[in-house]
């Protein structure tokens, strides 16, 4: 079993900034894929970025390339979601989510809500105007 817990979110204006944190704890290979997933109001979970730990490999849907940086910290544990230029459209639920997948085929796949096992409880972030 691993656990998820993620935290940072938070309300922010136009154009700035939020830092997302998610400690990972439990049975944990650190050869996994783990990724950020949000959930804006009344719509679908959606794949914002995701990372292959063992190589550092990271993938982005379209909508946050530029603006959003997923990164890990040296011991491998703790993922992080750097969040510049925010946007209304980035209000959601931010969940932090680790695959038991050792192989993701396309980028599409690896943002793929489908294909991860396990899931924090979300973070909210909103983004007024």
Do not use: H
Not at 65 to 74: A, E, H, Q, Y
Not at 111 to 128: D, I
Request: hydrophobic residues 35%; charged residues 15%.
């Amino acid at each position: 079993q691993v656990q998820l817990v993620e935290s940072g979110g938070g309300s922010v204006q136009v154009g700035g900034s939020l830092n997302l944190s998610c400690a990972a704890a439990g049975d944990f290979n650190i050869n996994r894929y783990m990724g950020w997933f949000r959930q804006p109001p009344e719509r679908e979970r959606e794949g914002v970025a995701a990372v292959f730990t063992g190589i550092g490999t990271r993938y982005y849907a379209d909508s946050v390339k530029g603006r959003f940086t997923i990164s890990l910290d040296n011991a491998k544990t703790t993922l992080i979601l750097q969040m510049n230029s925010l946007k209304p459209e980035d209000t959601g639920t931010y969940f932090c989510a680790a695959s038991d997948y050792r192989y993701l085929a396309s980028a599409t796949t690896t943002l793929s809500a489908a294909e991860y096992n396990y899931w924090g409880r979300g973070t909210q972030v909103t983004v007024s105007s």
